[in-house]
Nanobody, 115 residues
């Protein structure tokens, strides 16, 4: 059974940095793409960043220039380096992975930016 386990969330002040990690397991194949979504209280879940197997990346406009997604296709891991964090980045961040037309989610990790 495919599982995604996130780590690296926490509390940080505006302008600070955090690095999220997500490790996938339960499959002998590489994910087609992996990414990060987030959901703030009272809001819908939104895409933050995604990286596909070729290495191409895509970012939400709100995080461009501040967040960097990277991954290891062989190890089925994905990372999100978040710099210059803002109050509005506060949310639960979810790891997402797709393989063979199926989508999987991690349990989420809380990121709180406070002043």
């Amino acid at each position: 059974q495919v599982q995604l386990v996130e780590s690296g969330g926490g509390l940080v002040q505006p302008g600070g940095s955090l690095r999220l990690s997500c490790e996938g397991s339960g499959t002998a194949f590489s994910f087609n793409d992996m990414g990060w979504y987030r959901q703030a209280p009272g809001k819908q879940r939104e895409l933050v960043a995604v990286i596909i197997s070729s290495g191409s990346t895509n970012y939400a406009d709100s995080v461009k220039g501040r967040f960097t997604i990277s991954g290891d296709n062989v190890k089925n891991t994905v990372y999100l380096q978040m710099n210059n964090l803002k109050l509005e980045d506060t949310a639960v961040y979810y790891c997402n992975a797709k393989i063979f037309l199926r989508t999987f989610w991690g349990q989420g990790t809380q990121v709180t930016v406070f002043s």
